[in-house]
């Protein structure tokens, strides 16, 4: 079947009713466009996990705190809908600003606790947006399944924190982080990475693996984060917003090393801000009883 470009809701809706009646299962793949291979790794876990899968472009207003982010942001309709179309990707959904928030919207999910500290602490509003956007999507689309990157390891854990808390029926997949070879992972917003930009950018996730490999040798937690932190700088990061460790599941600071724990940054490179994160906690040093 080939790649239908939805507009509205309504549409979505009784195609989806269509599929629901015949007992498939849905997927849906949100997204702001300007699809790389992150993006198409979501895709295909998704193609592989149901039998309809949904992606959706929206490049939502509510979660840019930035305009200039907002109006820089690149919008590939036609290129991204070239890439979708053979993989066998049902529909993709791709609404006006009318037709998300019409006249009088009114309505903002807010998310409390995973929602702030580290990106939420940077960019107010900025969780506000997402979750009501993903809670609409979600509604929307009816899916069984949802597919979002550990790229936005903290947008990931808000929006599981959403679905439980608001009883919406779909399953949260988190899928990983997609890099280029350097290690940086890959973004829409890299695209505007100078050369001198690039050449830097991807110290940021080699400074993480770093981190985390010393982390888990059992070094002493503050003094890596500010090593690391000090690292970022050095190379050439013109602003280190954060770079911390946070619990996986509820993203509270952790000082010990004694459960899973996620390593989280985001950096300045001239006007484009990068965001990055790797997993820490070996299972060693889980079954061993934690590193004091
Ligand atoms: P975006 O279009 O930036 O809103 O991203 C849409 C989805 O793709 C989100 O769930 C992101 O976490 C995910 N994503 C973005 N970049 C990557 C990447 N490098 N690897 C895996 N997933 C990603």
Redesign the pocket.
């Known amino acids: 079947m080939s790649l239908a470009i939805v507009r509205t809701v309504r549409d979505l809706r009784n195609r989806v009713d269509v599929w629901r009646r015949a007992g498939r299962t849905i997927g849906v793949v949100?997204?702001?466009?300007a699809l790389h291979a992150?993006?198409i790794?979501?895709v295909e876990t998704a193609l592989a996990r149901t039998d309809h899968v949904i992606v959706t472009l929206f490049v939502n207003p509510k979660q840019f705190n930035n305009p200039a982010d907002l109006a820089a942001y690149p919008r590939t309709e036609a290129d991204d809908a070239a890439k979708l179309s053979p993989l066998g990707v049902d529909v993709l959904f791709a609404p006006d600003g009318e037709e998300m928030y019409g006249t009088g919207f009114s309505t903002s999910v807010s998310v409390s606790g995973v929602s702030e500290g580290l990106c939420g602490a940077h960019r107010p509003g900025h969780f506000d947006g997402v979750a009501t956007v993903v809670t609409k999507l979600l509604l929307q689309s009816g899916a069984d399944f949802a597919f979002?990157?550990?790229?936005?390891f903290q947008?990931l854990q808000v929006v599981r924190r959403l679905v439980s808390d608001l009883n919406i029926p779909v399953e949260i997949i988190g899928?990983?982080?997609?890099?280029e070879e350097d290690g940086l992972?890959?973004?829409?917003r890299n695209v505007r990475l100078s050369a001198e930009e690039r050449g830097i950018a991807p110290r940021l996730a080699k400074i993480l693996f770093t981190a985390a490999e010393r982390l888990e040798a059992g070094g002493p937690v503050e003094a890596i984060l500010e090593a690391s932190r000090r690292a970022l700088s050095d190379a050439g990061f013109d602003t280190v917003e954060y770079l911390e460790l946070r619990d996986s599941e509820t993203l509270r600071p952790v000082e010990r090393l004694d459960r899973p724990a996620r390593l989280l940054a985001a950096a300045w490179l001239g006007a484009t801000r990068l965001i990055d994160n790797v997993p820490v906690g070996a299972q060693g040093i889980l079954q061993s009883g934690g590193i004091t």
């Open positions: 949100p997204t702001m466009g992150g993006h790794s979501l979002f990157g550990e790229k936005d947008q899928c990983p982080t997609v890099r992972a890959l973004s829409s």
